[in-house]
């Protein structure tokens, strides 16, 4: 089992629908990482969080770490938004990212 | 400010070879992380560099290396290329080491044939 879970693997969507990424981890974390990587390649940081709730924009990012889990919130969405959102655990005892396989989101006009 | 700047962007090569990839992070930024990204595997890290040293190392052979210079830039090398060293290298940027906010640049396609 992965020490960084991500569901759905793929999400398609009609444009303006309301949508939810989920991330469970089971290591005892720092901060929980979200990222956008768009067809080509580019990996942009939305948000590194460690507790509650962040936003910026349409995208909303919250954590629970009591219950190790993480959703990533679009609202709004966009054909623009279509990308693979991959979540990344920061772990107590290592500097070093556990990644999730991503999520590959496709938003229909 | 310029953002983290790979170069090439793409690379083609035959086994056996060596090659050589060069990132550029952000000015001001010091540390320094390499990722391989293959189809279906995610990212998997490769080292993290910090003041010119290696903090951090992957679960990657020894035909996987990489430096960094006085000026933050740094370079991955891999000899003796296979063919499953095809894949998006990704290197990222941060002020600290100890995986801060990173910035991803665009990343080098690297096709081993």
């Known amino acids: 089992k992965n020490e960084v879970e991500q569901s759905p693997q793929n999400l398609t969507a009609q444009e303006g629908e309301f949508i939810t990424i989920n991330c469970s981890y089971s290591?005892?974390?720092?901060?929980l990482h979200w990222l956008q990587q768009h067809p080509g390649g580019g990996i942009v940081s939305l948000f590194m969080l460690s507790s509650g709730k962040k936003k910026h924009g349409r995208l909303i990012a919250t954590i629970n770490i009591q219950e190790k889990h993480s959703s990533l919130h679009i609202t709004a969405s966009h054909p623009r938004d279509s990308a693979v959102y991959i979540c990344?655990?920061?772990?107590?005892?290592?500097?070093?990212?556990?990644w999730g396989a991503g999520t590959k989101l496709i938003i229909k006009p | 400010k310029a953002g983290v700047t790979q170069t090439p962007r793409y690379l083609i090569k035959t086994r056996g070879q060596q090659v050589t990839l060069s990132c550029s992070p952000i000015?001001?930024?010091?540390?320094v992380s390499w990722y391989q990204q293959t189809p279906g595997q995610g990212l998997q890290f490769l080292f993290e560099y910090f003041s010119e040293t290696q903090r951090n190392k992957g679960n990657f052979p020894g035909r996987f290396s990489g430096r960094q210079f006085s000026n933050s830039r740094s370079e991955m090398n891999v000899s003796t290329l296979e063919l499953g060293d095809s894949a998006l290298y990704l290197c990222?940027?941060?002020?600290?080491?100890?995986?801060?906010?990173?910035?991803f640049g665009p990343g080098t396609r690297l096709t081993v044939l």
């Open positions: 990222a940027s941060s002020l600290q080491a100890g995986n801060n906010e990173q910035f």
């Open positions: 000015s001001g930024h010091r540390s």
């Open positions: 990344a655990a920061q772990p107590n005892s290592n500097y070093q990212l556990i």
């Open positions: 290591v005892g974390i720092s901060a």
